[in-house]
């Protein structure tokens, strides 16, 4: 596992250290962790929607209903 040295600002620190002092994780690290898990969750889930409306874009029209199509986006996302 890589380490890592990262200044933080008194607010970011002080809500770090929070989290770890309310148990709601163990250290800064885990924290920090699912952090970046969460931005790469949701750039990926960006990405593929970014995709999604392009190749949309370049397809034309569909007979797909609006709710089948969301059905379908929701069901990738969360896959």
Known sequence: MGRQSISL???NDEWLRN???IKEYASKSELVNDLIR???KQQQQA???RGK????EQSG???????EIL???KS???G
């Open 9 to 11: 600002t008194e607010p």
């Open 19 to 21: 989290q770890v002092e």
């Open 38 to 40: 969460q931005a790469r």
């Open 47 to 49: 990405n593929f929607l």
């Open 53 to 56: 409306l392009e190749a949309g």
């Open 61 to 67: 029209f569909t007979k797909q209903t609006k709710e």
């Open 71 to 73: 059905a379908s986006a």
């Open 76 to 78: 990738r996302l969360n």
